[in-house]
Structures are given as structure tokens and as C-alpha cells.
């Protein structure tokens, strides 16, 4: 049996026009592709599926959330998602997904697996660099965080950092532009 036999959409036997799949997704689905970033995940993938003629066009909403660890304070806390993702799916002599947003399946195909557009739409839906809104905002206290400010280099004040900044040898070069 396939790991992932309940992401095939099988249309042969669908009428044209539109029609609605909805999944839940939730660690299970991501053990599938032995990805274990999230803490928890509890997403909603709503697919659009138009069905025409000679193609099949897709749009993938997803909405929920996924408990991850902070980049900043290892914490964990809950990202939201909302990602949308469009698919149009033509039928061609060969199998090809080298298009994001196009994919080519070989004539008397009968169903089309979307689990890696669902798996690739909740992890890029994510930010790149995911931080603990409390971080943001300073209302969450994090022993990295306080060490973090501990090791911050100090301000220097403008009187310092001009003193630094000059060297005597250009003062005298300044002097004579002054005369």
C-alpha cells in the first residue's frame, strides 16, 4: 500500500467544473516525508479542483498554524500560516514537474498526487527567520535572551567616536585647508 494514497486525487471519474477537497494535516503527514522541524502542526489545505477538457487547474488555500522553536530563544511558540498556491495540471507523452506551477502527466493517467504541493506550501509558508513574537515585542523573558543582551557590545557615545575616528596627521592636512 502507498504511503500516500490518500493525496491522490482521482479524476477520471469526476464531471468538469469545480470541486472541493479539504485535508487536515498534522505531524502524521510530515512523518511521511521524515521532516521534524515542528513541534505540532494543525493546518487546513482547502483545494480548489477545476476539472476542463484538456487540463486541471488546482488552487491550494492553507490555513492554521505550526508550533516551532524560536531561531532566537529556542522557545517554542505557534506560527501562523495562510499560504495559497495555484497548479495547473496538463496532459502530455511524459511525466513533468520541472514548472512550480505547471505539471505535465502522461495521457491515461487517472488520479494526481498533491502531497508535495501540500507539504511544500505549509514549509514555505513559513518565515525564514522564524522569531518568538514575544521576542518583538520584550514581553518574554529567556535565559539565552538576557545572556544575549549581557554580550551586546556598548554604544559609543559622538565625542568618543570622533576622537577615534581622527587622526592627528590629517588635523594638521585640516588646518591648512582652513587658512
Known amino acids: ?29 510530515f512523518d511521511l516525508f521524515d521532516f521534524q522541524e515542528f513541534n505540532s502542526s494543525d493546518v487546513t489545505v482547502d483545494i480548489e479542483f477545476t476539472k476542463k477538457a484538456n487540463m486541471l487547474e488546482l488552487e491550494f488555500n492553507f490555513t492554521g498554524h505550526v508550533n516551532v522553536n524560536c531561531d ?45 504541493y501540500i507539504y511544500e506550501g505549509v514549509v514555505l509558508g513559513l518565515p525564514a527567520k522564524r522569531i518568538h513574537p514575544g521576542v518583538e515585542d520584550g514581553s518574554i523573558k529567556s535565559d539565552i535572551l538576557e545572556k544575549l543582551q549581557e554580550l551586546e557590545p556598548k554604544s559609543i557615545s559622538e565625542e568618543d567616536k570622533k576622537e577615534e575616528d581622527t587622526d592627528p596627521r590629517w588635523d594638521k592636512l585640516k588646518e591648512l585647508l582652513n587658512e
Not at 7 to 29: C, M, S, T, W
Not at 80 to 108: C, Q, R, T, Y
Open 1 to 29: 500500500m502507498r504511503k500516500f494514497k490518500a493525496y491522490a486525487i482521482p479524476f477520471v471519474g469526476l464531471k468538469e467544473g469545480q470541486h472541493r477537497f479539504d485535508y487536515k494535516i498534522d505531524n502524521a503527514f
Open 72 to 116: 532566537v530563544t529556542l522557545e517554542p511558540y505557534n506560527q501562523e500560516i495562510d499560504n495559497h498556491l495555484s497548479l495547473v495540471v496538463k496532459f502530455g507523452d511524459a511525466f513533468n514537474d520541472d514548472n512550480e506551477e505547471l505539471l505535465i502527466l502522461p495521457h491515461g493517467e487517472h488520479e494526481v498526487e498533491v502531497q508535495q
